[in-house]
């Protein structure tokens, strides 16, 4: 089921209850053309065929990875499915939240909000408890995007949850976003090993090819190296407590601009490194490094990350996340 959202300026979006994902999101350039800035396909069934790269989808009980399937934190200690390798990546293989059907709820203004729920039985993909998860989309006329993630558990469960939108400025993934430039309210970032599990340590930026601290080119000096098949950053960053937004992205070519606000620690950010050559929605492109992730959330509890707030959620202490995306002209 499709449920669209629009404005009085003419944003608009269009949302499945497949995986509560984000499927268009068309926005006006400086000229008031509109064009699509996320990545996705035509179909559901294009999206039940194709998982991988979660595009704009809800992701979760918990996104980002679990090493060697095995959850230990918040005095939990369980096994749940691989599905990277030996690891288990965002929720897991089959009964993820990205690949279930969400209930509509609630339709607030029919036009500019819209509420999805999940109930996740205790058991499902491994993780304990019966997890009852809600996302509400918002889009106000002043071109902000509210997600808001609520969940509450009858058991002790591990909960992190992402919107997995990658965005293309250009509008229909015209050209790569290696040209879009790109601001972080970060000084620092999760260390990695191959694997993309963390070994411990913040990485300072200062000096690196990660450090997006001043707005700058994607392209003008992506890390190089590593496992990749495409050059470029799938990384942690640890967001400074600040008013400001908490990253900024901008097209120079079209003008749109994306600024995200958020009360989460971190910020995944992923330049779509894997992302197979194939035709997208509306005939779009989809390739490597045609979509950014911009994915506010938590870090996942890991043995090595002992300094890290648990994301074990208890009950009657209901898990809350509030990311906003203002869209803009420059």
């Known amino acids: 089921m499709l449920v669209s959202l629009a404005n ?13 994902r984000i499927v268009e999101l068309m926005a006006r350039d400086r000229n008031g053309e509109l064009g699509n800035i996320v990545l996705g396909h035509d179909t559901e069934q294009a999206y039940r065929d194709a998982p991988g790269p979660y595009f704009g989808a809800t992701v979760g009980r918990v996104a980002g990875r679990v090493a060697a399937g095995r959850f230990t934190g918040g005095g939990l200690d369980f096994i749940l499915a691989p599905n990277e390798g030996s690891t288990h990546l965002h929720g897991g293989p089959l009964r993820a939240l990205d690949r279930v059907d969400w209930d509509v709820v609630a339709e607030m203004g029919t036009t500019d909000a819209v509420v999805l729920r999940y109930v ?7 993780y304990p408890g019966t997890l009852t998860t809600t996302v509400t989309f918002r889009l106000t006329d002043s071109d902000e995007l509210h997600l808001e993630f609520l969940a509450v558990t009858d058991a002790s469960t591990p909960v992190n949850l992402v919107n997995h939108s990658y965005f293309n400025l250009s509008g229909d993934a015209r050209r790569s976003i290696v040209d879009h430039v ?3 309210d970060s000084t620092g970032i999760l260390e990695l090993d191959d694997s993309l599990l963390p070994l411990g340590a913040v990485i300072d930026l ?5 450090d997006f601290r001043t707005a700058r080119r994607i392209g003008d000096n992506l890390p190089q190296g590593g496992s990749e098949p495409w050059p470029g950053i799938d990384s942690t960053y640890v967001l400074n407590a600040s008013p400001r937004p908490a990253a900024m992205l901008w ?4 003008g749109r601009a994306l600024e995200i606000t958020t009360t989460e620690p971190t ?15 509306s005939g779009a492109r ?4 045609k979509g950014i992730c911009l994915e506010a959330h938590r870090v996942p509890d890991s ?18 996340q509030h990311t906003v995306w203002r869209l803009s002209v420059r």
């Open 267 to 281: 910020l995944q950010v992923y330049t779509g490194n894997r992302i197979d050559e194939a035709v997208g929605r």
């Open 182 to 184: 790109l601001m972080i």
């Open 303 to 320: 043995p090595v990350l002992p300094g890290w707030p648990s994301i074990v959620l208890e009950p009657g202490a209901p898990y809350a």
């Open 251 to 254: 097209d120079p070519v079209s």
């Open 8 to 20: 009085a300026r003419g944003t608009s979006m269009v949302i499945s209850t497949f995986g509560a």
């Open 206 to 210: 200062a000096g690196t090819p990660y």
């Open 286 to 289: 989809h390739g490597p490094g």
């Open 120 to 126: 996740s039985p205790a058991g499902e993909e491994g």
